[in-house]
């Protein structure tokens, strides 16, 4: 994430200091390492301050929280931004530590939430998301919630779900987002079934059947399941009628090892016009998954049973 002031072009990755990175917009990007970047823009906290440059990293293999290294980089300090960048992609470790005059890491426990407000890519998020953030921003500026921080974002995919976000640690994507599920999200709601409608899957976890799986997780362990490391584990493939079994554990807080099994077919089809384009020539439709059965596995500690 690098705080780049707007107004955008529809593809962020032709912005500056990621067009520099490879000399080309690409959705993401592969490091020296295997591990896989998604360049994202933020509109600035602060212009004055200088530049923020923000690395959402993940703290280990498979799903999960991730780790945040924070840098404020100088007013108009483009060089150094691609230089920092470039070193994060090539996992250059010696290159990232001359930066460390720049580290300026949040609180531990800060959360990040990146509001989709990117009119210029997708005109759903530009309306409803810049709608949202507005609301939302003047609810915090009445009642603050503490380590909390609201960014106007680049595309977070998926004009469908809008308004749409990612929040940070946990690395998880929102859909269908309203003032109240929004700050909800910020104040942690201990009653994980008042959001579990807006969760649209955990950015690490691959396939849309996992995606469900681990949002159930989340229905019955609550924020604890999402601060915690997971395993996912396709049990059965998807049948003639689209059903896949998936079983999603983890190890929370005091090690007490639980999960949840979930059986997840496709409910049906909807159609998916572009957002803002009136009687286009096509319009593709996607599949819309469902939970059929749920059963949690529970455990003290040790294996799951």
């Known amino acids: 994430m690098v705080e780049i002031p707007g107004p955008w072009p529809s593809d962020i990755g032709e912005a500056e200091p990621f067009r520099s990175l490879r000399g080309t917009a690409q959705a993401t ?53 691609v230089r920092l960048c470039m070193a994060l992609l090539d996992a250059d470790d010696a290159a990232v530590a001359r930066f460390s005059a720049y580290r300026d890491d949040p609180a531990p426990g800060t959360v990040d939430f990146l509001c989709c407000t990117h009119g210029t890519r997708d005109v759903c998020c530009g309306g409803s998301g810049t709608s949202l953030h507005a609301a939302v921003a003047s609810a915090l500026r009445a009642q603050p919630v503490g380590g909390f ?28 987002l309203g003032a109240d599920s929004l700050l ?20 690490c976890v691959r396939g849309p059947h996992a995606q469900v799986a681990d949002r159930e997780g989340f229905r019955l362990y609550g924020w604890d399941w999402f601060a915690s490391p997971r395993e ?37 089809r909807i159609p998916q016009p572009p957002c803002g384009i009136a009687d286009p020539p096509e319009v593709p439709e996607e599949p819309v998954w469902r939970v059929a059965e749920s059963a949690p596995l529970h455990s003290s500690g040790g294996a799951a049973q």
Do not use: C, K, Y
């Open 184 to 203: 909800a999200v910020a104040r942690r709601d201990p009653a994980p079934e008042r959001l579990a409608g807006n969760v649209r899957g955990a950015v």
């Open 29 to 81: 990007m592969t490091g020296a390492d295997g591990r896989i970047w998604r360049p994202q823009g933020v509109l600035p906290s602060d212009p004055t301050a200088g530049v923020r440059v923000m690395a959402h990293e993940l703290a280990h293999s498979g799903v999960g929280p991730f780790e945040l290294r924070e840098w404020l980089l100088p007013p108009g300090s483009h060089e150094q931004q």
């Open 149 to 176: 921080r609201l960014w106007r974002s680049s595309h977070a995919g998926g004009h469908r779900f809008a308004p749409t976000g990612i929040s940070f640690p946990e690395g998880v994507s929102w859909s269908h």
């Open 232 to 268: 996912v584990t396709l049990v059965s493939e998807a049948t003639d009628a689209g059903a896949t079994t998936v079983e999603v554990s983890a190890v929370l807080l005091g090690d007490r090892r639980v999960g949840v099994r979930v059986v997840v077919e496709t409910a049906g």
